[in-house]
């Protein structure tokens, strides 16, 4: 079986009056498709984001190791457990050149993802910038990526609010997709889309991972899209009464 992108081990994450998150693992391989689910406030997101090295929770991290296998033994965890905001920000800082180039994160809705004041193709070229190799043009890599996720050429001089809901998410995945990531995070991607948009966004996913080599760490509320797609499941409790993760 081929070398884990991620391996996140008793992930535990405090906030000043409470345990946000409690002994947390999970693990993405390439090619595959890693289904984090649970109720709200159960810490999906928070979770999500301590697996690229993001935590913006003090105290904060209190327990568990952070591994990329493809990358080397390091544990980024290590020197961060138990440091507060300082060690987290470090923690930051030596991460940030993973965040594009190996993990790409998608937000929920599109609109957090697209800037509302630039056209979908300079957001491309940005994002392509970000690749360790930089291609031959990026004028044909934006019209590229564009066609990869079903849309027009003309999407690229379009501004996000110019699109449909579905487009947009398809514009979304091309800017994630862009810096040729390993790992792909996609926060519950189908937000706001009905049933059969719903679909095809996760299918043309599916596949733009399939065909990059990548690892899916799919968070979702959708059952239904789980039991169909997902090759492992991570399932968080809900937090005690009282008690709200992000």
């Known amino acids: 079986m081929s070398e884990p992108l991620v391996v996140v081990e008793g992930l ?19 090619r595959r498709i890693t289904a984090l689910v649970g109720p709200s406030g159960a810490g ?20 568990g ?11 980024w965890f290590q020197g961060v457990v138990g440091g507060g905001e300082r060690a987290q920000r470090r923690l930051l800082e030596a991460t940030r050149s993973l965040r594009g180039a190996y993990v790409s994160y998608s937000p929920q809705a599109a609109s957090s993802a697209l800037n509302p004041g630039r056209t979908i193709g300079w957001q491309l070229a940005i994002a392509i910038g970000r690749r360790v190799e930089a291609p031959a043009s990026v004028g044909a890599e934006v019209r590229s990526l564009l066609a990869e996720v079903g849309l027009p050429a003309r999407a690229a001089a379009a501004l996000p609010a110019e699109l449909s809901g579905g487009m947009a998410q398809r514009a979304a995945l091309a800017i994630a997709i862009a810096p040729k990531p390993r790992l792909v995070i996609a926060d519950e991607p189908e937000t706001g889309l009905d049933p059969v948009l719903r679909r095809s966004v996760i299918e043309l996913m599916i596949q733009v991972c399939q065909v ?25 409790p809900a937090p005690p009464a009282g008690e709200v993760a992000a």
């Open 12 to 30: 535990s994450i405090q906030a000043p009056t409470r345990l946000l998150i409690r002994d947390v693992g999970l693990i993405v391989r390439p």
């Open 44 to 63: 999906k997101s928070l979770t999500a984001r301590a697996s690229m090295g993001v935590l913006d929770v003090i105290p904060g991290l209190v327990a």
């Open 65 to 75: 190791s952070l591994r990329y296998p493809a990358l080397g033994p390091q544990d």
């Open 212 to 236: 990059h080599q990548a690892g899916l760490l799919l968070i979702s509320h959708h059952q239904s899209t789980v039991d169909r797609i997902a090759d492992d499941v991570v399932v968080l």
